[in-house]
């Protein structure tokens, strides 16, 4: 997909990640690309496009564990990764996702611009 048609900035994001799908649970120790809308997952694995799956980011901290958890559809698989949109996240959640993209992404301003414009949409 080019770059013009996606709405959202990806970044490259190195925490464990788990997807369960079918009662299945899947993991890796990266994500290839993290969006506020979705991510791409080297997992790979018996999957099918359409399949509703849910996604847990783990967030560590000094004080506490975090996750970022969200509920989604597998929109493409490969078979060595699978491109996930996220379709319901919770208010916390999102919050977290919002300020990992921010600050991973080189043009942070960039960011903050396109949550805007989504959200002003909404």
């Known amino acids: ?3 013009e048609k996606r709405r959202f900035t ?3 994001f ?6 369960t799908a079918d009662d299945f649970l899947y993991s890796s120790e990266e994500i290839s690309n993290l ?4 991510c791409l997952l080297p997992i790979t694995g018996d999957l099918e496009e359409g399949t509703q799956c849910h996604v847990r980011i ?3 901290g000094t004080s506490s564990e975090l996750s970022i958890e969200a509920d989604g559809k ?4 490969t078979p060595d990764a699978v491109a996930v949109e996220f379709v319901r996240i919770d208010p916390d959640s999102l919050f977290h ?3 990992v993209v921010r600050y991973n992404s080189p ?3 960039a960011v903050e611009a396109e949550l805007r414009k989504h959200l002003n949409r909404a």
């Open 58 to 60: 783990m967030l560590s």
């Open 1 to 3: 997909m080019s770059q």
């Open 10 to 12: 990806r970044v490259p």
């Open 14 to 19: 190195k925490v464990h990640v788990q997807l």
């Open 107 to 109: 043009d942070p301003d």
């Open 97 to 99: 996702l919002q300020n």
């Open 35 to 38: 969006s506020v809308g979705g």
């Open 74 to 77: 597998m929109v493409r698989c």
